[in-house]
């Protein structure tokens, strides 16, 4: 008999020191959802990273036979589809994780596949697997974190408003960079970008190479400047940031990792904030650093970091610096615009309900993701089959989802796979909204790992499948 291709998974989370602690974290209570031999919620201890997929450090498994999702898509590749197993190695080209985060994580960059493969040869001890790691954010509550350069403009102005970030920096260095950027801050020419991110690498550089007393005693000025000074802190702040916000930002990060270099480091990055629904793409080697706030990330399938900063574990500052893009953009460029998925069918009770199915589709083929939200009892969403995998997961409400003549009940922290060309139905048996999340991958038409194109199709900025 033929395996109807929708299976539940049984999903592995991660205890880091970054994660809410116990009930607080959602990534515990999705994984408690499920029965698993000796899993119980630690009200003591911290949950960072619910995931879900086919990597070997933490992988998946089927609820029923408790075989790796791994085993079975390499056991069947038309669960995945022909074409996406032999381009994958035969693994699920995503990553699909949900985080909980109650303190800053550390300050890093994910190589691209050239450097991971490289990486991974020299140490595999820190760097575990050969492949690259671009990634989607997406918030389920509240976020803030560093994504990206600040404009240079701003950076240059902490740079002579904050006496210790350019003790740190050094002044030589400093005037440097506003002598190298000066005139062309903004400049979009090939010659002037050039020369500004050659800027830009040093002095950030200069910053993260800088170690010994002076650092200490600066990082202790810097903290009680923001605790004296408030609105008026950092010359009354940026654009981008009042005085106050970046004082409070400051202290509240020296409680966590007093003294970390990590404390200068974000007069240099973009302090994002995002709302639920909103959400931000990072290209392998743009530096990054999450703060707060319980995510829906999706990213290559790949465990790779460079971590600089924040973190009591591995630290690679000099890969981190001579591997950074060094991108620099305002915040509004760091953010998304999620379109209207035009692959699913909404029934009456779902349109009239104002429910909706908004894809946040990034530039790389690995991986999409589909936030479906139905808001009245009986709404439903009828997923198109596609050529490649699906999982789905609910984080709202309740209901159920379906594959031809198999149907399961669907609740926060249930976890399904939905092979390809498979149609997937999911309603709603809730009054409150049911969210669910649909990661996929369907090649064709979007950028691959090696960076190249087929025929990519642009909707409000953002690509889209090959099916347009």
């Known amino acids: 008999m033929v ?3 929708l299976i539940r998974l049984q999903c592995g989370v991660n205890s880091y020191d970054w994660g809410k602690v116990g009930k607080e974290s959602a990534a515990a209570k999705y994984a408690s959802a499920t029965p698993s031999d000796g899993f119980a919620i630690d009200e003591e201890k911290p949950y960072a990273e619910l995931w879900m997929g086919t990597h070997p450090s933490l992988p998946s498994r089927d609820v029923v036979t408790q075989r790796t999702l791994l085993d079975l898509v390499q056991d069947n590749q038309a669960l995945m589809s022909t074409e996406v197993s032999q381009r994958y190695g035969q693994k699920l080209p995503f990553l699909f994780k949900v985080l909980s985060i109650r303190k800053a994580l550390s300050i890093q960059a994910h190589p691209d596949k050239t450097l991971a493969e490289q990486l991974h040869a020299k140490d595999p001890t820190n760097y575990k697997d050969d ?4 990634e989607m954010t997406i918030a389920i509550t509240p976020f803030d974190g560093f994504c990206g350069f600040r404009p240079l403009a701003e950076i240059a102005h902490f740079l002579s408003t904050v006496p210790s970030l350019r003790q740190v920096v050094g002044d030589s ?3 440097a960079f506003t002598t190298a950027i000066h005139g062309r801050e903004t400049s979009t020419t090939k010659s002037d970008t050039a020369s500004n991110k050659k800027a830009l690498r040093e002095v950030f550089t200069a910053l993260m190479t800088a170690e010994g007393e002076g650092t200490t005693k600066a990082s202790e000025d ?24 970046l004082a409070e930002l400051v202290i509240r990060l020296n409680g966590q990792f007093p003294g970390d270099i990590g404390l200068f480091v974000l007069f240099f990055l973009n302090y994002i904030k995002m709302e639920p629904g909103e959400a931000m793409f990072l290209k392998a080697d743009d530096i990054h650093a999450y703060l707060s706030g319980d995510i829906i990330e999706c ?3 790949s465990d790779n970091v460079v971590r600089a900063g924040f973190t009591p574990k591995f630290k690679d500052v000099s890969t981190l610096t001579s591997m950074l893009t060094y991108n620099y953009a305002p915040i509004s460029e760091q953010k998304m615009t999620p379109v209207d998925y035009p692959y699913v069918t909404l029934s009456a009770a779902a349109y009239s309900s104002n429910s909706s199915a908004t894809l946040y589709d990034p530039p790389i083929e690995e991986f999409s993701v589909v936030q479906t939200d139905l808001k009245k009892v009986g709404a439903k969403a009828t997923f198109e089959p596609i050529a490649g995998p699906s999982i789905f997961i609910c984080t709202q409400g309740s209901g159920k989802i379906s594959v031809g003549p198999k149907v399961e009940d669907f609740k926060p922290g249930y976890v399904f796979f939905v092979g390809a060309t498979a149609e997937a139905v999911i309603e709603s048996f809730d009054e409150q909204p049911f969210v669910t999340y649909k990661a996929f991958c369907e090649l064709g038409g979007k950028e691959s790992a090696a960076g190249e194109t087929n025929g990519t199709h642009e909707v409000n900025g953002n690509s889209t499948n090959g099916r347009l």
């Open 3 to 5: 395996q109807v291709p």
């Open 131 to 134: 492949n690259h790691k671009p």
């Open 173 to 175: 260095a400093a005037t």
């Open 222 to 245: 810097l903290v009680a400047a923001a605790h004296r000074e408030g609105e008026e802190f950092a010359g009354a702040g940026g654009p981008s940031n009042g005085g106050r916000e």
């Open 299 to 301: 990213m290559a399938a």
